[in-house]
């Protein structure tokens, strides 16, 4: 029995000594590794060709697929903020008004050639969004059902539309494109 409780005192210093206290090392330097910046796990000393070595081997290319991923990340990124700048650009600089409408029929975005184009038929825009029936001569059933054919067709549709001048300006034509963009958003073009 002495031998037995000797021999188990010897496994489990060996167990410890060999693999516990590697394992524990492991775990410490994993989480505190700046993995993100691509530092690697360095092998447990006696450890380079077994399972613990082995395991830090995984834990490595798992760093590097995260580092490539976050690379790949980074650079879509950027390519989505130039992208959003060459087109805010483009929709600011437009000499064709562009907006957007929700489906309440509420104007939720547009650009300085829109706004020129509402101006010059006499119309002011406020600081509240105003609705596309504005554009109709406030003919709420007419807004309603261009934008049921556009939610329909699925397609384009397109009017010309006379904007009844106001305070004493002329009225003015505009062709007017609607297109659904996504679920219940739809783009408007209006060419003076």
Same mark, same amino acid.
């Given at each position: ?8 005192? %010897? ?6 000594? /060999? ?15 700046? #993995?993100?910046? &691509? ?7 006696? @450890? ?14 798992? !760093? ?10 980074? @650079?879509? $990124? ?22 957007? !409408?929700? *489906?309440?029929?509420?104007?939720? *975005? ?5 706004? +020129?184009?509402?101006? #010059? #038929?006499?119309? *002011?825009?406020? /600081?509240?969004?105003?609705?596309? *029936? ?6 709420? %059933? ?6 049921? %054919?556009?939610?329909? +067709?699925? /397609?384009?549709?397109? $009017?010309?539309?006379?904007?009844? &001048? ?8 505009? @062709? ?13 073009? #209006?060419?003076?």
């Amino acid at each position: 029995t002495v031998q037995t409780i000797a021999f188990g005192i %010897a496994v489990l210093l060996v167990v410890y000594g /060999s693999i516990t206290r590697a394992l524990k090392q492991l775990a410490n330097r994993l989480r505190d590794l700046p #993995a993100e910046q &691509g530092a690697k796990l360095t092998y447990p000393a006696g @450890h380079e060709t077994d399972e613990i070595g082995g395991l830090v081997k995984y834990i490595n290319r798992l !760093i590097d697929r995260l580092v490539n991923l976050l690379n790949e990340e980074r @650079h879509m $990124r950027l390519q989505q903020e130039i992208e959003e700048r060459k087109f805010r650009s483009i929709f600011e600089n437009a000499n064709t008004g562009i907006f957007l !409408i929700n *489906s309440d029929g509420n104007i939720t *975005s547009y650009n300085p050639a829109y706004r +020129e184009i509402i101006r #010059a #038929a006499g119309y *002011s825009i406020t /600081s509240a969004m105003p609705k596309i *029936s504005s554009l109709l001569s406030n003919n709420e %059933a007419q807004a309603q059902e261009l934008m049921a %054919a556009c939610d329909q +067709e699925g /397609s384009n549709i397109q $009017r010309d539309i006379c904007l009844t &001048g106001q305070n004493g300006n002329p009225d003015r034509w505009i @062709h007017l494109t609607l297109s659904k963009i996504e679920n219940q958003v739809l783009q408007g073009v #209006a060419n003076d």
